[in-house]
């Protein structure tokens, strides 16, 4: 599939770069993360949140939100997965890698979404991008034979375990809290996990 540049005008509809703050603690601390042949995903990591960065995208990124700075590192080449959430989320590649989007606005009524309409884009090293609350995502894809690590921000508890059930609609795609994911059925995701893209389960290799 085409590999788009994160500064071509078809990224503006899924979110835009973050500018003004320095990520090099950050990205250097992330060198000392796991990276295994998996994914792995943490919400928040306490050594990330005490640095000095962390106040710097509380504020310019998220509006003094409480947030969390956590990561998704490994190896990965598919799709597998669509989530959203209600809020923005903030990425920042400590390796290069691929970011697989789609809209939203997408999604059919009862709840589906054809991956044809997927688009993919290269996320440097080094760079941030604001993916917006509308904007449908999942773990980032490896580079070549490369593993990746993406820094991932959002705000406070985001994806921790809910605390009830949800069933039904649109509430029966709530798998985390501030979490709605639409799983691909080649996708490898637990038993139980709910369903809705339709189409290839999307590679970048």
């Known amino acids: 599939m085409e590999i788009q540049k994160i500064t071509d005008a078809s990224f503006r509809k899924y979110g835009k770069v973050v500018t003004g703050i320095d990520f090099g603690e950050l990205l250097e601390k992330m060198g000392e993360t ?3 042949q998996d994914v792995i995903y943490e919400p928040s990591i306490p050594e990330l949140e005490a640095l000095p960065v962390y ?3 509380q504020t310019i990124a998220y509006g003094e939100l409480p947030i ?9 080449y598919k799709l597998n997965a669509l989530e959203y959430h209600r809020s923005s989320e903030v990425d920042i590649a400590a390796t290069d890698a691929i970011l697989l989007l789609g809209l939203q606005a997408d999604v059919t009524e009862d709840y ?3 991956t044809a309409k997927v688009e993919a884009f290269f996320l ?3 760079v941030g991008v604001e993916l917006y609350a509308t904007t449908l995502h999942y773990a980032p894809c490896s580079v070549g034979d490369n593993g990746f690590r993406v820094v991932i921000v959002l705000p406070r508890d985001t994806n921790l375990p809910l605390e009830k059930k949800h069933e039904g609609g649109e509430d029966g795609h709530l798998t985390a809290k ?6 691909h059925p080649e996708g490898g995701l637990p038993e139980g996990s709910p369903m809705g893209l339709i189409g290839e389960n999307l590679c970048v290799k």
């Open 68 to 76: 969390q700075i956590g990561y998704c590192n490994g190896v990965n």
């Open 124 to 126: 440097p090293k080094g």
């Open 34 to 36: 796991p990276c295994p």
């Open 178 to 183: 501030n979490k709605w994911l639409l799983g």
């Open 112 to 114: 589906t979404y054809d």
């Open 55 to 57: 106040g710097e995208l």
